[in-house]
């Protein structure tokens, strides 16, 4: 059974940080690259980060050097640490594999104030 449970979103000012969380289950996971991805309100869902099994990372230009993505495979975790959050940031936040499978959580919104 595929499960995603995102968590850590919330209210926040411009230039704070949140750290994002998400679990996975083991049919997922397993030797599988892991991504987060967001959707901002009426526009489309976009790759934000990407980790490999190894924990090889990849960023969007517009996260690059704000955001770390990282990953427990013991725990099956997930996990997105969000620093200098900007408003252009707030958006509802979902992991997958990359490329995405069909399987979605219900993500965390997270909302970034000027």
């Known amino acids: 059974q595929v499960r995603l449970v995102e968590s850590g979103g919330g209210l926040v000012q411009a230039g704070d940080s949140l750290r994002l969380s998400c679990a996975v289950s083991?049919?997922?996971?397993?030797?599988?690259?892991m991504a987060w991805y967001r959707q901002a309100p009426g526009k489309q869902r976009e790759l934000v980060a990407r980790i490999t099994m190894g924990s090889v990372t990849d960023y969007d230009d517009t996260v690059e050097g704000r955001f770390t993505i990282s990953r427990d495979n013991a725990r099956k975790m997930v996990f997105l640490q969000m620093n200098s959050l900007k408003p252009e940031d707030t958006a509802v936040y979902y992991c997958n594999s990359y490329p995405q499978s069909s399987f979605w959580g219900q993500g965390t919104q997270v909302t970034v104030s000027s």
């Open positions: 083991m049919n997922m996971f397993a030797f599988k690259t």
